[in-house]
């Protein structure tokens, strides 16, 4: 690429062959908000997909305003990792109960949302 320039001092006109700048490409923060399409295939993939509907069944014979909650947090537009976090520890018993075999660890649904975050 030819890049000119004129040179303050002189005034001249100078003209050189140089590569083009490269700048660093920007890489989505793994904690960044996910969209609902994101945050279903968040779900999706790591099999969490049921462990919800578990709690959502379970909430509904049981709870119902938890079931409300439930319901209305699926279709929310945005998902932020923090509230995700927070209401994952507030039905983290109901989820030993339904899907004991399950991980919902902090570190375990932090490196799932950063791997959506990133390749999204």
Do not use: H
Not at 9 to 34: C, Q
Not at 58 to 65: G, H, M, T, V
Not at 93 to 117: H, N
């Amino acid at each position: 690429m030819t890049i000119t320039r004129i040179n303050t001092v002189t005034g001249e006109i100078e003209s050189t062959n140089e590569d083009a700048p490269s700048f660093p490409s920007a890489s989505p923060a793994p904690d960044r908000d996910l969209s609902r399409p994101e945050f279903a295939y968040l779900l999706a993939i790591t099999g969490l997909d049921d462990v919800w509907d578990s709690v959502q069944t379970y909430a509904k014979a049981n709870d119902r305003p938890l079931y409300a909650i439930l319901r209305s947090q699926r279709e929310q537009q945005t998902f932020r990792l923090a509230v995700t976090l927070e209401f994952v520890a507030q039905v983290a018993g109901i989820v030993a109960r339904v899907a004991p075999d399950v991980d919902l660890s902090e570190a375990t649904i932090r490196v799932a949302w950063a791997d959506v975050a990133v390749k999204s």
